[in-house]
């Protein structure tokens, strides 16, 4: 089946150092991945939906110039975190929808990645 | 805006009992709802995916149902077990996204 590969799990960074979060689809091309966040007890909110080749499209509310998104490939995307703080802790899940299966909108989840910020 | 609402919030079951986690949804146009599992600290498991033409889908000792009219869908759970303690999310797909519901935390004890 189809498997989405997130890298690293975990992070523990420095206040003001940036962080760069890998989304890859292992077995098919996805041409769009999205990113979500997870708040301790809370469910998955949306940030961007990232399109292969072009720009992210963020959600209200989320910091452009904070979260970079690059889809450079069919099977990569990578979230950044720039200038991490404190508040930026969280956990970070991508998924990817397979291009050719049409009308199913289905996405395959990766395992997320924790991020803590000192 | 679709809306998810899932309840209850938390349950707490004896081993071998049947459940039934309940989702509801605001906007009735939805293509399909996908229900998920996650453990702590852990990433999404997908459990069932139900098209919005479909009633059901079953898998093992799972059956999903969908509603589309009235908003609602429910996750059946038969004989619990203690590895079923987990979190469940639903999620309802409209056009290229997902909302998610809020989760319902289940205890299976043993």
């Known amino acids: 089946g189809a498997v989405v590969s997130q890298h690293p799990s975990w992070v523990i960074c420095k206040s003001g150092t940036s962080v760069k979060i890998e989304c890859r689809s292992l077995d098919f091309q996805a041409t769009t991945m999205f990113w979500y966040r997870q708040f301790p007890k809370q469910s998955l909110m949306l940030m961007a939906t990232s399109n292969e080749g072009s720009k992210a499209t963020y959600e209200q509310g989320v910091e452009k110039d904070k979260f970079l998104i690059n889809h450079a490939s069919l099977t990569l995307s990578t979230l950044t975190v720039t200038s991490a703080h404190p508040e930026d802790s969280s956990f970070y899940i991508c998924s990817a929808k397979d291009r050719t299966i049409s009308g199913a909108n289905v996405l395959t989840f990766g395992a997320g990645s924790r991020l803590t910020v000192l | 805006k679709q809306e998810v609402t899932q309840i209850p919030a938390a349950l707490s079951v004896p081993e071998g009992e049947n459940l039934v986690l309940n989702c509801s949804f605001t906007d009735s146009a939805i293509y399909n709802l996908q229900w998920f599992r996650q453990d702590p600290g852990k990433g999404l498991t997908s459990l069932l995916l139900?098209?919005?033409?479909?009633r059901e889908q079953t898998s093992g000792r799972l059956n999903a149902s969908l509603d589309k009219s009235s908003g609602r869908s429910t996750l059946y759970i038969a004989a619990s077990q203690p590895g079923d303690s987990a979190t469940y999310l639903c999620a309802v797909g409209t056009g290229n996204q997902f909302y998610f519901g809020t989760g319902t935390s289940l205890t299976v004890i043993p």
């Open positions: 139900i098209q919005s033409s479909q």
